[in-house]
């Protein structure tokens, strides 16, 4: 019995072991990866023999759960590029024995060159699962001279097994084709001028074009997800791009064509060139199983060379002006009397650069004062359509009949070669002498109307219906007799003294702005600050200050460099030279951006700057 006992115990035990071990062995089993070869990277070079300088590929397929990017050991006679021009991914979930495992399978093809002849050997390092492996070496053989036609790369299974689909509504051919070709044509990028021998300042239009095949298991995506930034242009005057897009077939397959147009025009005259329109980009292509796959492609248009030649020699009344125009005049009247203002308003429309029309000078007018003009821009950026008016103001200084002759203003047409001159509409204008001689305010401000007082009507003044004797109230004292007899000659002296002042006044232009700039300057400033813009106004109350002060003609008409180029010679303190340059230029940047508001803080900031310097300017300027 007790022998029995013992065996069953035996045999019990033996039993357990078993069964302990058959779990631990499935246990191993299940962890243990479905690759368990050696190293999980194979590589495979195709073909193996070139010739040097000839190009090979090299496929890495990787599998495990965790991978990252291959990286290739060096080798000296042969260079590989890092960037896979394929890649591809799967996933397999695989459940052993109650466990689920996810296996990933990395794919990527590599571009190479063979530099020197000889046998090299090409390995790739990488980490799976948190532990690093080599593949095995392979070896690439490279003959002195190019090696005899063999036959293409095969595909790799993922290219082998996929095919694009058709789409029912496309009338190209329904035979299979590979995908690798259209991948390489899914993206063709163009640049083209309108013209590559043009004259300094002439505006032309530089076209940048990107056609993106439209199928739906194909998409193209940038780095940043936008359209790439256009070639450096920084030689060139850049105006607003006009955008399009059409549909267009190509080989068959539809393509979506994005289209920018670009107006550009050269800053000197030579030889320049556009750099290339590049794109980095990668083609998303979506199986027939949904599983995405990555091919890296960059693609760049050809540079571009443009020849700029100089202008030939300028008539007297041109003032840089290039491209084609059309001129007209207005005036706001013609008869008036001598200090009413009146306004001449020049308008200039056609193609152009912008900035290069400038306003023609105003000449032959002795009867008269005129300042500005007033600049206002329409279609800025739109240079095949702009719109710019100069608007002068005229005040006449004396009586008669006078004239304003018609104003010549040439440009350079560059599609004839030669310089045109348009002519404006001459007015006759008659000058009446000023019925209660007010005083001539220089700029046109309008003059201070008085007002009377009716001293018949009865109830200002009290009615006096006794008659009685007249008298000092108290003595008069030998103060007030002396008082009698000094004052009366002096009021004469002053009234005098005024009237001479007056007078030189009118007969002095310069004096008369010079001694009304401050006060003009502020009224110009509020004028158009409440109907345009505050860096508007602070431009042109500025400049009228400036030009007011030291007898300049045509202060709106100055640029910021101008301006402080006359203000060096008459100004010692550079420092205040330097903060007017800074706001004239602040206003010009905002005008010239067609910003048509600015933030509170903006004006605000613009507005005390303006003051101020005006203030720290009648200091300076005497």
């Excluded at 023609?360 to 206002?376: M, R, T």
């Excluded at 109907?531 to 640029?559: C, F, H, R, W």
Aim: proline residues 7%.
């Amino acid at each position: 019995m007790i022998e029995k006992m013992f065996k069953s115990i035996v045999e019990n035990k033996f039993i357990d072991n078993v069964i302990l071990l058959s779990i631990l062995f499935f246990m191993v089993l299940s962890f243990y990866p479905s690759y368990s070869a050696d190293s999980p990277i194979s590589v495979s070079v195709e073909p193996v023999e070139v010739g040097v300088g000839e190009m090979f590929e090299v496929l890495v397929v990787i599998n495990g759960s965790n991978i990252e990017e291959p990286k290739f050991i060096p080798v000296e006679g042969v260079r590989i590029d890092p960037n896979p021009t394929y890649s591809g991914m799967s996933t397999q979930v695989q459940i052993m024995f109650g466990k689920t495992q996810i296996v990933t399978t990395k794919e990527r093809r590599f571009r190479g060159t063979a530099d020197k002849e000889g046998e090299w050997t090409i390995q790739v390092k990488a980490k799976v699962d948190g532990k690093e492996y080599t593949s095995d070496p392979v070896v690439l053989k490279v003959s002195k001279s190019a090696t005899p036609k063999v036959q293409p790369p095969t595909l790799s299974p993922f290219q082998q097994r996929k095919q694009l689909p058709r789409r029912s509504s496309q009338s190209y051919s329904t035979q299979p084709r590979s995908v690798s070709p259209v991948i390489d044509n899914s993206l063709i990028v163009e640049s083209e001028v309108s013209k590559k021998l043009i004259y300094q300042g002439e505006i032309i239009y530089l076209t940048l074009r990107a056609k993106i095949i439209d199928l739906s298991d194909i998409s193209i995506r940038t780095p940043t997800g936008n359209i790439p930034d256009p070639p450096d242009l920084s030689n060139f005057f850049v105006g607003k791009a006009e955008h399009s897009t059409r549909t267009e077939t190509i080989n068959n397959y539809p393509y979506k064509v994005m289209e920018h147009k670009i107006p550009i025009c050269p800053k000197g005259v030579g030889t320049f060139k556009i750099s290339p329109w590049v794109w980095d980009a990668s083609v998303v292509y979506y199986g027939n199983w949904g599983w995405p796959e990555s091919y890296s492609i960059r693609k760049e248009t050809e540079p571009i060379s443009i020849e700029v030649r100089p202008l030939p020699s300028s008539p007297p009344n041109y003032y840089g002006a290039v491209g084609k125009f059309n001129i007209t005049a207005n005036i706001s009247g013609t008869d008036v009397e001598v200090g009413t203002p009146l306004y001449l308003t020049l308008t200039i429309t056609g193609e152009g650069y912008p900035e290069f029309v400038k306003p023609p000078e105003i000449k032959g007018l002795d009867w008269a004062y005129v300042s500005g003009p007033e600049v206002q821009s329409v279609n800025s950026d739109s240079w095949n359509a702009i719109e710019k008016s100069f608007k002068y103001t005229i005040s006449p200084m004396k009586s008669g009949d006078f004239k304003i002759d018609s104003i010549e203003y040439a440009y350079f047409n560059p599609q004839l070669g030669q310089y045109a001159t348009l002519k404006t509409t001459p007015f006759n204008i008659r000058v009446k002498q000023s019925s209660d001689n007010a005083v001539i305010t220089a700029g046109g401000a309008p003059r201070l109307e008085t007002q009377t007082l009716d001293v018949s009507k009865p109830e200002l003044l009290p009615l006096v219906t006794e008659s009685t004797r007249l008298k000092p109230s108290k003595k008069t004292g030998i103060t007030s007799k002396v008082m009698l007899i000094i004052v009366p000659p002096l009021i004469s002296s002053l009234m005098f003294l005024g009237g001479i002042r007056r007078q030189s006044l009118l007969n002095n232009p310069a004096l008369l702005r010079k001694r009304n700039a401050y006060r003009n300057a502020l009224k110009k400033y509020e004028e158009l600050r409440k109907t345009t813009s505050t860096p508007l106004a602070v431009e042109n109350g500025l400049k009228q200050y400036i030009g007011d002060m030291l007898g300049l003609e045509n202060p709106l008409g100055m640029t910021s460099d101008e301006i402080s180029d006359i203000l060096f010679r008459c100004v010692q303190n550079v420092e205040i030279i330097e903060r007017v340059r800074k706001i004239l230029k602040t206003c010009e940047r905002l005008r010239y951006a067609g910003e048509k508001e600015t933030s509170l803080n903006e004006d605000k900031g613009l507005e005390d700057a303006f003051r101020e310097v005006i203030e720290t300017l009648r200091k300076s300027i005497k």
